[in-house]
């Protein structure tokens, strides 16, 4: 492996830090455990990275701002238009604030989360994880949807779900959760 120096203490912090739960719980436990780990630390790095409110804000003053644009062009006024047009460069300026605070907590956490995918992909027992979801399930969670874009590997029945439907699905879980307790608003655009 070309980046073999790099890998290595990388992979051996994440087995130092991980495999206990794998080897504790078993895999699918411990991929709960690892995805309720990573989203509690991907909420808190939004809670201090971003500033809520601002962020609030910002995303009132969009709704506004496109709610007007809406309305200017179902009346088809051009004076509603044209005014608009003046107020577009202001509403650039907004949405950029915007994505530049939102890509805050996404720069600090996306390496260190992408180590540990590659790390999961590899681990033997969390890679062979197959979980075999009853027919009621797989079709609430929309997991069909899921496997149009992530095919399984060959042999997983068709009802059940690889270790990285089950780690999106916790993970989804928990930072809801998370969320929620961390009293972190939600974008309503």
């Given at each position: ?38 989203a ?63 890509f ?10 992408l ?10 027992a ?20 899921f496997?149009?874009?992530y095919?399984?590997?060959?042999g ?34």
């Open positions: 492996m070309a980046f073999e120096f790099i890998t290595q203490p990388i992979f051996g912090a994440v087995d130092f830090v991980f495999l206990p739960l794998i080897n504790m719980f078993g895999p699918m436990i411990g991929v709960f455990l690892i995805s309720a780990i990573v509690f630390f991907i909420t808190l790095a939004n809670k201090l990275l971003v500033d809520q409110d601002r962020l609030q804000f910002l995303q009132k003053e969009m709704k506004g701002f496109q709610q007007e644009m809406m309305a200017a062009q179902k009346s088809g006024d051009p004076k509603a238009m044209a005014e608009v047009q003046k107020k577009q460069a202001e509403f650039m300026d907004l949405q950029k604030e915007m994505m530049t605070n939102s805050k907590p996404m720069i600090v956490t996306m390496i260190p989360i180590f540990i995918y590659w790390w999961m992909s590899a681990e033997p969390i890679s062979k994880l197959v979980i075999e979801l009853p027919s009621f399930v797989f079709y609430v969670l929309l997991v069909p949807l496997h149009m874009f095919h399984q590997s060959p997983v029945p068709y009802m059940a779900i690889e270790w990285l439907g089950w780690y999106i699905l916790c993970s989804f879980g928990m930072s809801l959760l998370f969320r929620k307790f961390m009293g972190l608003k939600t974008g309503n655009i």
